[in-house]
């Protein structure tokens, strides 16, 4: 039965969220709509909610979901530059302070922000239901927190790979320079 009561929400909350979302037609996008609406149908089954709680719930993340977003993208801007500044960029070694700067102030935002979504969620919920969120939060945001480190691990494999190729590339064409001088 609960599996059932699962699947029903899914498919009811699934075309509604994906509406809610905006319309950009990117795969990012499309992962964000996807994880939002898992987190939807996840609360919903961890709380025990009916459709229409479910939907309230879903329009109240996404709110707080937009005002995240630019915050999201201010960390990840600065915690590229702070790897070019890493790996000896020079251009982003004078924009460090700043960076990590821009970083806390993001992050103290963002702490903000999940501190009042809790409020927003749990304001006319009972108590257990209220701890059952706090839990149901923590636990997706420590989810998101690995998809996040998993995300930039293989952004920063593709960086690497991508600079290999340049070497490569480089020492390829110094090749062709130098059979041409010896002919």
């Known amino acids: 039965m609960k599996r059932f009561r699962l699947a029903v929400l899914t498919l009811t909350l699934l075309p509604l969220v994906a509406l809610a979302a905006p319309p950009e037609g990117d795969a990012a996008s499309s992962e964000e709509r996807r994880t939002r609406m898992m987190r939807v149908v996840g609360l919903a089954e961890e709380l025990g909610l009916d459709e229409s709680q479910a939907l309230k719930m879903a329009d109240t ?3 707080f979901d ?3 977003r630019p915050l999201m993208v201010q ?3 600065s915690a590229r530059v702070l790897r070019q500044a890493a790996r000896g960029d020079t ?3 004078s924009q460090v302070d700043q960076a990590v700067q821009r970083v806390f102030e993001a992050r103290t935002q963002l702490t903000a922000l999940d501190r009042d979504m809790y409020q927003a969620l749990a304001k006319d919920l009972p108590p257990q239901k209220r701890a059952q969120l706090a839990i149901f939060m923590a636990r997706h945001e420590a989810k998101m927190a690995k998809l996040m480190r998993k995300a930039d691990r293989e952004g920063r494999r593709e960086e690497r790979q991508k600079r290999m190729q340049e070497r490569i590339l480089r020492m390829q064409e110094r ?3 130098r059979g041409a001088e010896g002919q």
Do not use: H, I
């Open 66 to 68: 937009e005002r995240r």
């Open 75 to 77: 960390v990840r801007e």
């Open 175 to 177: 090749l062709k320079q």
């Open 61 to 63: 993340m996404r709110q």
């Open 91 to 93: 251009s982003a070694q």
